[in-house]
């Protein structure tokens, strides 16, 4: 919302002004949407990458794509990985093979340093990559990043004890191991390695970790971590998982869990009070499961997207603090009218079977919806205009405070003061 003062006579005219910049924004939206759906085909993470790669540039802007042809959305995001992404190695010259460089002498290490943050650097020792001097900085170390370095191996960090914060993010390790000494970790990412294999962290006490990013290896079983109480976030995304063990339930302060990507077929979960975003997308998911929903009440982000589930049970009004929930790419057939989820702003449907065109006066009991998508279900009947222009009219009827249907902005306030009189504009829309 802005404010300021409008001459008299001018009204109209900044209106039609604030009508044009709505209008370039949404084409601006489109396109940064445009640039989200080229990464989503690589799956969940790929998804983020455009995320990640904007993030890391410190660049506001999104790439451009032609205003006339943007192709739809894809779904919300996926997982921490929305901050991350596969990092593009340096070119190097073919003829002389790749570059590499050692830590410690081709990259230098201050001793009073206690952040190294290496990236691309493809370390390397004769024969093996691997991580070497960093007893230089020792027990002042607090925080190791080298993504994208080529590291075989976690090793040599003996004397790096006050380590709080470790990321290997987007390397070749194939084990975890030589870390159970690093007692005061909070943060630790393996994520985009070779790992197979979870149960190492049995032998690691780290009694303040909080964050744990695991997710694009080649996990199996979800083992050996349950003992860290203190974890608020734990990625799994994009590995080979086809269940969850009740025994989660002993991490009683986890917040996020995104298992997005994997071969999960039972959505059964155990309490977990303290859980407010869960990612189960892209698994297979064909029923759903009552417990689920009364072990998980305190939900506010849901993600069950690219799975095959059905129309909603009653269960699903149990999750009353829901704020955005991903229903994208299933198996169902109707809007479920639940007046119990007056928190919901978000609410994700596309993609979906639902054919008769009244299912859409069920939004009007989500009193709190901002966005809704519902492209590409049979009843928008896409290509026959009148068809299209009946969909989009029933949804506003039905819930005419939106302010996003599908990939098009609607809403825009905005206060003025003309001859000393305030003035509001409601509801500016592409006509």
Known sequence: MSQGYVPPGQFEDLLNLIRQASAASERAMNAAKYAEMAASAAGAAGQQAVVRAMHMANAPGAPTAPVDDVPPPPPPPAGPSARRARVQLPEHDHDDGPTYYRLGIDYPIDANDDEVLQQCA???????????????????????????????????????????????????????????????????????????????????????????????????????????????????????????????????????????????????????????????????????????????AGLTHLYLGHNNLPDLPEEFTLLINLVEVDLVRNAITKIKPMPELQKLEELWLNDNKIEDLAQTAHLAS?????????????????????????YRDAILQAVPYIQQLDAERLNLELKVISDGTERHVMGIRRA
Not at 130 to 141: H, P, T, Y
Not at 161 to 183: C, D
Not at 376 to 389: F, H, I, S, V, Y
């Open 122 to 296: 493809r370390i390397k020792l004769p024969g093996r990559r691997k991580l070497e001097n960093l007893e230089i900085v020792g027990a002042k170390l607090r925080k190791l990043c080298l993504v994208a370095n080529c590291v075989e191996k976690i090793e040599n960090l003996e004397s790096n004890t006050n380590l709080e914060h470790l990321e290997l993010y987007q390397n070749m390790v194939k084990k975890i191991e030589n870390i159970s000494h690093l007692h005061n970790l909070t943060v630790l990412d393996l994520s985009f390695n070779k790992i197979r294999s979870t149960e190492p962290l049995a032998s690691c006490p780290f009694e303040h970790l909080e964050k744990l990013y695991l997710s694009s290896n080649k996990i199996t079983d979800v083992e050996g971590l349950f003992h860290f109480s203190r974890l608020t976030m734990l990625e799994l995304g994009s590995n080979r998982i086809r269940s969850i063990p009740t025994q989660i339930s002993a991490l009683v302060n986890l917040q996020e869990l995104w298992l997005g990507k994997n071969k999960i077929a039972d959505m059964s979960l155990p309490p977990l009070p303290a859980l407010r975003h869960l990612s189960l997308q892209n698994n297979r998911l064909e029923s759903w499961n009552a417990t689920f929903f009364q072990n998980l």
């Open 366 to 390: 989500f009193p709190s919806l901002k966005t809704i998508y519902l492209e590409r279900n049979p009843m928008q009947d896409l290509g026959n205009k009148e068809a299209e222009e009946r």
